[in-house]
């Protein structure tokens, strides 16, 4: 698996520091507060269990399954609801916790569905943002990396589903996608 990676961008200890800086900063924004952390899978699994427990809080967590990439290494342009989450959103505080944010469309797509829902509010945290890839206007309230115009995989994020258990965040080697 290693053998398809052309580079590391992010090690396992950059993972861990950034996930205690962000956990600092959502535990002092949400002092008083019981928000839903909405995870996206599945790229943001690893990201969602490493940031929650670096979040001093009243936490409750719920998942949404959602999909816009089909496979391939670039965006359909759609996006699609697969598995919805379970929770009642109305007048709770949302976080949103998402792998990386290129286009948008994901993003706002889910944005757009917690505030149908009522929200009290709606925030996102990613690991990673790839400004150069974005579509629509929409940012994350808090972003691990700022990434360069690559396709990524590991910690969570796949090529064709593979790659995910990557412990790091790496640039798969052009030759595994040409
Ligand atoms: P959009 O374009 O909707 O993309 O902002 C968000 C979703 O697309 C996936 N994505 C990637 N997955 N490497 C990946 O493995 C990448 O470089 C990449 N860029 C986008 C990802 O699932 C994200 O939630
Ligand atoms: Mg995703």
Known sequence: MDNDIAKVLYSQED???????????ITKDYAGKTPIIVSVLKGA??????????????????FIDVSS???GVASSGEVDLVTDMGSDVAGRDILIIEDIVDTGRTLKYIVDLMMQRSA??????TLMDKPTGRVLKIDAD???????????????????????NLPY??????????
Request: proline share 3%; hydrophobic share 35%; glycine share 8%.
């Open 120 to 125: 009290n509010s709606v925030k996102v945290c």
């Open 142 to 164: 808090y972003v691990g990396f700022t990434v360069p115009d690559e396709f990524v995989v590991g910690y969570g994020l796949d090529y064709k589903e593979l790659y995910r």
């Open 69 to 71: 990439y089909h496979g």
């Open 169 to 178: 965040v790496g640039v798969l080697k052009p030759e595994i996608y040409e």
């Open 45 to 62: 699994i690893f990201f969602t269990t490493d940031v929650v427990r670096e979040i001093d809080l009243n936490t409750e967590m719920d």
């Open 15 to 25: 993972i861990k520091n950034v996930c205690q800086k962000l956990g600092k900063e």
